[in-house]
Every structure is written in C-alpha cells, then in structure tokens.
C-alpha cells in the first residue's frame, strides 16, 4: 500500500551492528505496528503504538526497540543484530475504532533484513 | 484469545469456488472474523471482516454459522492470481487489536 512506505526495502548487514528500519504512513492513522516474518511462517507483532506517546511490547520484542517520532512516523532498531533476526519485517497501520468492525491493518511492502 | 485452526494448504483450478473453513472454537462474544490474504514479499490485505451469518463484498463471502465456532472464506471462480496466502484472524477488533494472531495461514494455490 502506497500510503504506508517502508526503509530500506532490502539490507544486509552483519552481526553485532545497529540497524533501524523506518516506517511512514499518510493514512493519518494512530495506531502503528512492526511484525516480522520467517520463512513460511505468519507474521508475529514485534511492538505497537496507539498513540504518539504510547509504545508497547509485542510477542517477541526482546532485541528489538522502538521510537514513535511522529504521528506518520514508526521506527524499528536493533540494537546489536543477530543472525536469528533475518526475516522480513513489516510495518502496519490502523485507525482509531470509531466502529468496532473494519479496523483493518493497511501494511508497508515490508523490509528484508539478512543479518551475517 | 481465540486460537484458530486452518487447513496448512489448498490446490484449485481456474475457475471454480474455493471455500476456506477456519475453526475457532473459543471465540468470544465481542470478536469478529476477519481474514486477510498476502501474496509473496508483501504485506496482508484486508479481505473481508464479520461476525455472524454471510458477509459478502467484491472479492469474496464469508459465511459463519450460528454457533460462530467456525467461518468459511468464499472465493468465486478463482484465477491465478488468487494464489496467496489466506489468514483467518479472531479478535475484538476494537481495543485488542494487538492480540490478533496470524498464524501460518492457508497457502492456496491456483492451476491453470
């Protein structure tokens, strides 16, 4: 989805370096998410925000942080990459529920991370 | 939280109906049934959401029995591009949104 795009696209990167993955949306959403996602697998939440001041903890966030600079701004770091982190990650957006039905998640085109 | 079970993949042809059944036993009285498909190196696309009887938009229907345990995922007269993953997602889509789980998902495959 256009709306939402994703930096880089594709990096490749080695052990112990700090890597951060950008994530923008023009949607006006609040609510941002990173996931990421291993071969043949479905996607697992890494963190999500609701709200420019609110930041939390998904399924799987230990060596991972993230910072929520903006409204239209999500970023993703790594602090010390480790092979076991190469997958594909994505960032997703949603509006506030207004209606409890059609909150969808609108996703970035994702980025590849190979971690050496 | 509602886990829900899908079959791992589906083959078809051209042409004919699929149907996707997903069971979700414990599904609670506030969730609703949405299911997203996802094609190779990009993100899930919302496809369809409910949350009781037949929903149906452009692209596909989704049927859900009265005792909301299970949905069926309609897709009429697939082409090839229709080859994707498909994941049945069950959750309050209001406030819990960061409770839904995708799950490995339906790997449907469409052959000429």
């Known amino acids: 989805d256009a709306d939402v795009t994703q930096t880089p696209r594709n990096r490749i990167t080695k052990t112990g370096k700090r890597i951060m993955l950008e994530c923008s949306q023009t949607?006006?959403?609040?609510?941002m998410y990173w996931y990421r996602q291993d071969p043949g697998l479905g996607l697992r939440l890494i963190y999500y925000?609701?709200?420019?001041?609110?930041?939390n903890k998904g399924e799987i966030s230990d060596g991972y942080s993230v910072s929520r600079q903006a409204q239209a701004k999500f970023s993703l770091s790594l602090e010390s990459a480790i092979p076991n982190q190469t997958a594909l990650y994505f960032c997703?957006?949603?509006?506030?529920?207004?209606?409890?039905?059609?909150?969808?998640?609108?996703f970035g085109p994702g980025t590849r991370l190979t971690v050496l | 939280l509602a886990k829900t079970t899908q079959p791992i993949s589906m083959d078809s042809y051209e042409g004919q109906e699929v149907n996707i059944t997903c069971s979700h036993n414990n599904i609670a009285t506030n969730d609703y049934i949405t299911w997203y498909q996802q094609f190779p190196s990009q993100g899930p696309r919302f496809i369809i959401q409910?949350?009781?009887t037949k929903v149906t938009n452009e692209v596909a229907s989704l049927f859900i029995p009265a005792d909301r345990k299970s949905s069926t995922l309609s897709l009429p007269r697939v082409s090839l591009s229709d080859t994707a993953v498909y994941y049945c997602l069950v959750g309050d889509m209001g406030w819990d949104t960061d409770k839904l789980i995708f799950g490995t998902g339906t790997r449907l495959q469409v052959f000429p």
């Open positions: 997703a957006t949603s509006d506030q529920p207004s209606d409890r039905a059609y909150n969808e998640q609108f």
């Open positions: 949607k006006g959403h609040d609510r």
């Open positions: 925000s609701f709200d420019v001041k609110d930041i």
């Open positions: 409910g949350y009781k």
